[in-house]
Nanobody, 119 residues
Framework: QVQLVESGGGLVQPGGSLRLSCAAS????????MAWYRQAPGKQREVVAI???????????NYADSVKGRFSVSRDSAKNTVYLQMNSLKPDDTAVYYC?????????WGQGTQVTVSS
């Protein structure tokens, strides 16, 4: 059973940056999308960034309006890892962040990592 392990969360001041990582414990075939979601206290889980994957060189990135221009999703196929670079962080970005990898046959979720933006 493939597991996704997230890291990189923590406490950061407004305006700061964090880079989240999500590593798969094994190989995942036929990946369709790699994404990051977040859930703030009392709110529903929302999508932050999605990388839709066609062939090995063709992919599309989409971002929630609230993070456009500040967050960037990327991947390292050789390491089965997806990243979320978060810049110019705001208190409203405080949430538990979850990675998600969807393949042709399965949907995988990480355990979540806390990001707190506060002075």
């Amino acid at each position: 059973q493939v597991q996704l392990v997230e890291s990189g969360g923590g406490l950061v001041q407004p305006g700061g940056s964090l880079r989240l990582s999500c590593a798969a414990s094994g190989s995942i075939d036929s990946i369709r999308a790699m994404a990051w979601y977040r859930q703030a206290p009392g709110k529903q889980r929302e999508v932050v960034a999605i990388m839709s994957i066609g062939d090995s060189t063709n992919y599309a990135e989409n971002y929630a309006d609230s993070v456009k221009g500040r967050f960037s999703v990327s991947r390292d196929s050789a390491k089965n890892t997806v990243y979320l670079q978060m810049n110019s962080l705001k208190p409203d970005d405080t949430a538990v962040y979850y990675c998600n990898i969807r393949s042709r046959l399965a949907n995988y979720w990480g355990q979540g990592t806390q990001v707190t933006v506060s002075s």
